[in-house]
């Protein structure tokens, strides 16, 4: 597989505790996919394997064709949002966002135009001296997307990240994902538990059971009423909570 984001789990072992998790998976540079599954069956756990966060005990770790396994994080071409935005109270959004190109906020021009343009592309143009708390959820997490792109990665990593908002933001935030997707062919591994944001992202959807992936295929297979067994006893236990 080629591509500066693409992404390979060759192999992949890793153990929680008790928990034994195996992971195969193989995603295309500038691909979307969504990663579903019950809490606790490995979901975080597989994009903290490609981030970096954890180390398998066996196997390799593959992105843009290069073995990042023994890789810190910072070595590793890969951005990720989380559900919790991690921006800082008391920094303004350019600031927050400014992080993304230098930890120390000592940006140059080019940085600053950097800056400026991710807010112009995320909709956060004339907020860039908000602070966070006079942001609403969508807009704590287009400055979280900023920052992302900022950094010029080719691999974004999003873990639950339209958990908190609301219906109609939810939609919003999916649509300005998959815009940007289009734009810069970043590739784009989303955690999720909602089946309808998976049908807004992702093309394509892995289903994770018991730390390990059960169902890879198209999203509307998948979540369709003839889809796995597995992914069909999850979405009726969702419908039922």
């Given at each position: ?24 998976l ?16 490995g ?24 073995d990042v ?8 071409p ?15 959004v350019?600031?927050?966002?400014g ?7 000592k940006?140059t ?8 343009e ?6 956060l ?20 997307l ?5 950094r ?7 873990d ?7 219906p ?13 997707n ?9 955690v ?13 959807t892995?289903f ?14 998948l ?8 992914v ?10």
């Open positions: 597989m080629s591509g500066a984001g693409s992404i390979e789990l060759d192999r992949v072992r890793f153990a929680y505790g008790e928990t034994k998790m195996a992971f195969d193989a995603v295309a540079s500038g691909e979307i996919i969504a990663i579903m599954g019950p809490s606790g069956s979901k975080s756990t597989l994009l903290n394997l490609v981030a970096g966060f954890e180390t398998p005990a066996e196997g390799r770790v593959v992105i843009g064709g290069r396994t023994a890789d810190p994080p910072a070595d590793r890969v951005s990720m949002i989380f559900q919790e935005n991690n921006l800082f109270s008391h920094l303004d350019a600031a927050n966002v992080l993304g190109r230098n930890p120390s906020l940006l021009p080019d940085d600053r135009a950097a800056v400026a991710a807010l112009e592309r995320t909709g143009a004339g907020k860039d001296r908000r602070l966070p708390r006079e942001l609403s959820g969508g807009e704590r997490q287009r400055t979280a900023a920052r992302a792109l900022v010029r990665r080719p691999v974004l990593l999003m639950e990240p339209f958990a908190a908002l609301g109609a933001l939810r939609a919003d935030m999916a649509g300005l994902v998959q815009a940007l289009a734009e810069t062919g970043m590739t784009m591994v989303v999720t538990h909602s089946p309808e944001d998976a049908q807004r992202l992702a093309p394509r892995a994770i059971e018991n730390g390990t992936i059960v169902a890879d295929g198209s999203t509307i297979d979540l369709g009423p003839e889809g796995p067994e597995p069909r006893r999850y979405i009726g236990d969702m419908a039922r909570r």
